[in-house]
């Protein structure tokens, strides 16, 4: 993987410059930025700059994190006491509606970020490590094509790691754990 510097400068080129053909490639205007787990902090504060830049630039910013979406659709309807029930009783079922609830308040989360922008910006989607172990990121991208639209990019902050794979092909893997999963996305690494 390149230096984090080098991929927040590729990051802050693409999205200033180039963000109305960010979709040319992979039909859609999504780049997933991958660092390293340790680097979390300087990400946080890389971000931070990078998010002061394009307001100085006229370009709007959104902020979607991913803590609270594994519970906060349980805890809106009082119903955060069966989830722990279920997980002593049936914890792969407790997974798969985790998964899928998650998903639901996720996507609904960008959705709304991308509604509060005027057609153009940007949605960085953060915290990503806190769907960890219930979903991939992938199919909330996929509920996000051809309603984030270029010169509106969507920016997921990633926490991987590359290992040499079968046969010599590289795998990327989230939080260093398990294969990350197909995206429609630009990948900064």
């Not at 997933?32 to 709007?60: F, I, K, M, N």
Request: charged share 25%; glycine share 8%; net charge positive.
């Amino acid at each position: 993987m390149q230096p984090l510097l080098d991929k927040f400068k590729e990051l802050e080129d693409l999205l200033c410059n180039h963000r109305r053909t960010l979709a040319q490639n992979t039909g859609v205007p999504f780049v997933r930025l991958v660092y390293q787990p340790e680097e979390a902090a300087e990400v946080t504060r890389r971000l931070e700059t990078l998010q002061r830049t394009l307001a100085r630039d006229g370009v709007p910013v959104e902020s979607v994190s991913c803590r609270g979406v594994i519970f906060e659709y349980y805890e809106q309807r009082g119903r955060l006491q069966q989830l722990f029930t279920l997980e002593q009783e049936d914890p792969k079922a407790l997974a798969r509606n985790i998964a899928k609830r998650a998903r639901q308040v996720l996507t609904a989360r960008i959705l709304d970020a991308a509604g509060r922008l005027p057609g153009d910006g940007v949605i960085f989607l953060v915290d990503t490590a806190f769907v960890y172990p219930y979903f991939q990121l992938g199919p909330v991208l996929d509920a996000c094509t051809n309603v984030i639209v270029a010169p509106l990019a969507l920016v997921a902050l990633y926490p991987g790691t590359v290992d040499g794979g079968w046969h010599g092909h590289r795998n990327l893997l989230f939080l260093g754990q398990r294969p990350s999963g197909y995206y429609r996305a630009r990948t900064l690494m």
